[in-house]
């Protein structure tokens, strides 16, 4: 049974640089299907869902290679638009395949995402807005069929700012026939980063970083050599290890304009922290602060995926704090976990009331979803002896080596 083995305890000392992003890259992996020809990714993190990606892309008749540290992708040959199964199932970023695959081959066959177990997540919400660009779905007792002979470009509003429906509508449109304008947006910064890359190709996509897009379609794309961006939840992950368990770490290719509302509730935990040439220093003496109040949010707001990380931090604050989950309602999953640890916390629906405690002990975890894996190794990082954390696999999916990163901050694992 795989595990990790931590012994906690001891503050932090060390650095860490800051892989590229999880949330950035899935999708961007999915536009490259959109060109008939080459493109190299750089700062791709070698992650467990990026690995699937690529076996998934490799099943459409790609050519995958990493060249050193880069990834280069061949999609020339592209000849299949089923995604197999067995992949589809394992990883909740399949469900972007199905723009990229209608605005390339017309038609695409998906399972139903599955991935983390955090609440519904419902794709209705993608389905809709697909339709408004010309797809047709159908479905069957494996999944997903659809359809799209002649994507042609619209105007259409998201009910709610989905990441991954407006990620889907961009890779339709972008080779669709005439212009499409897409309100209520995602504003998260993945999906200014999947429009970069999708300029550097030759795409004519405006307004990124607002709530708006204006999408031209274009009849073709083009060969690009494009660098990813360093992962704001891993870098966040990292900084609320360090507001824990206490310690002196830097952290190096951090993505600071991305990171503002992690910084703001690390200040008032009295977590200091130093914009530095070499990076983000972060500086914990002691147990830190409680919060009066957290909410989950919509980017620019405190983000969903740092929420458990924040949970298993405040759990070790002087006095009560109180998280607020607005997004997903099954995000408070390691509570059991945590309080097996020593952690005093009560949870009444969406909200988590944190009767911080001076110290956690080490014991036996289990991850059940990437987010929150990454929070009991947090916990496990601050507790005094030796924890084990169970379902490793989970952590592996967002994480390229947590185990590496959590040595170079001193911490036994």
């Known amino acids: 049974m795989e595990y990790l083995e931590i012994e906690g305890g001891n503050p932090l000392c060390g650095q860490v640089c800051i892989q590229g992003s999880k949330n950035a890259a899935l999708p961007i992996l999915s536009a490259v299907i959109l060109h008939h020809g080459t493109t190299v990714l750089r ?16 099943d459409f008749g790609c050519c995958v290679s990493w060249e050193g540290a880069a990834l280069v992708i061949d999609a020339s040959r592209l000849c299949d638009s089923q995604v197999a199964e067995c992949y589809g199932r394992q990883m909740r970023s399949s469900i972007m395949l199905l723009g990229s695959l209608l605005g390339r081959m017309k038609q695409a066959s998906v399972s139903y995402p599955g991935g983390c177990v955090i609440g519904e997540r419902p794709i209705d919400i993608h389905l809709a807005a697909l339709e408004k660009l010309g797809a047709v779905f159908t479905e069957t007792p494996a999944g997903l069929k659809a359809v799209c002979e002649k994507p042609a470009g619209t105007m259409l509003r998201l009910p709610f700012p989905s990441v991954g429906a407006t990620e889907n509508v961009i890779l339709l449109a972008v080779l669709a026939e005439g212009t499409t304008i897409l309100e209520n947006a995602a504003k998260e910064p993945e999906i200014g980063e999947l429009c970069r890359f999708l300029n550097s190709m030759g795409a004519g996509i405006e307004g990124m970083g607002t709530s708006k897009l204006v999408i031209a379609g274009v009849k ?98 002087e006095g009560t704090s109180v998280i607020r989950e607005t997004i997903f309602e099954a995000r408070f999953k390691i509570v059991e976990d945590l309080c097996r640890m020593g952690a005093n916390i009560h949870v009444d629906g969406q909200h988590a009331v944190i ?35 169970y379902q490793y696999h989970y952590i592996a999916r967002g994480y390229e080596n947590i185990i590496r990163d959590l040595q170079s901050l001193g911490v036994v694992v």
Not at 43 to 58: G, S, T, W
Not at 252 to 265: G, I, M, R, T
Not at 355 to 361: N, S
Request: charged content about 20%.
């Open 43 to 58: 700062n791709c993190p070698k992650i467990i869902d990026v690995i699937y990606m690529l076996e998934i892309l490799k």
């Open 220 to 317: 073709e794309l083009h060969d690009t050599d494009f660098t990813i961006m360093s992962d704001r939840i891993v870098a966040g992950t990292y900084m609320l290890m360090t507001a824990a368990a206490g310690g002196d770490v830097l952290l190096k290719e951090a993505p600071l304009e991305q990171l503002e509302s992690v910084q703001k509730v690390l200040w008032q935990m009295g977590v200091r922290q130093e914009v530095q040439e070499e990076g983000l220093r972060i500086q914990s003496m002691g147990r830190p602060k409680c919060v009066q109040e957290v909410c989950t949010r919509p980017y620019p707001g405190f983000p969903t995926d740092l929420q458990s990380p924040l949970l298993a931090a405040l759990a070790l604050a």
């Open 355 to 389: 009767q911080g405690v001076k110290q956690l002990k080490g014991a036996e975890l289990t991850a059940h979803e990437l987010r929150g894996g990454a929070a009991l190794v947090i916990a496990a990082a601050a507790a005094k002896g030796t924890s084990r954390v």
